[in-house]
């Protein structure tokens, strides 16, 4: 069956750096964008970051400064690097799969979220 896991998040230090990982399983990412979404305690989940099959990436003007999205193929794993963390980077990160573009947003099948929490 067609999986997404996020992993990586936990406890970290504002101005410190973090990587999470999303790796697929049941199937092969090659031909799929991906996009990780941010979700604050109390807010709606609002998409940070997408990259799509040819590993051209979108970020958010918020977060352009500070994420990195990317992608390993051979691995059917995605990535997103936060770097400085900031305290509002604080909430659950779940990454999302489409067969289409990272403008059509039609992510139809999403990992479980990993939590990150960033102390001052």
């Known amino acids: 069956q067609a999986q997404l896991a996020e992993s990586g998040g936990g406890l970290v230090e504002s101005g410190g750096s973090l990587t999470l990982s999303c790796v697929a399983t049941?199937?092969?990412?090659?031909?799929?964008?991906i996009a990780w979404y941010h979700q604050a305690p109390g807010e709606e989940r609002e998409g940070v970051a997408c990259?799509?099959?040819?590993?051209?990436?979108y970020l958010i003007d918020s977060v352009k400064d500070r994420f990195t999205i990317s992608r390993d193929n051979a691995k059917n794993t995605a990535y997103l690097q936060i770097n400085p963390l900031t305290p509002e980077d604080t909430g659950v990160y779940y990454c999302?799969?489409?067969?289409?573009?990272?403008?059509?947003?039609?992510?139809?099948?999403w990992g479980q979220g990993t939590q990150v929490t960033v102390s001052s």
């Open positions: 990259i799509v099959a040819d590993a051209e990436a």
């Open positions: 999302a799969i489409s067969d289409g573009d990272c403008e059509e947003g039609d992510f139809g099948l």
């Open positions: 049941g199937f092969s990412v090659d031909d799929y964008s």
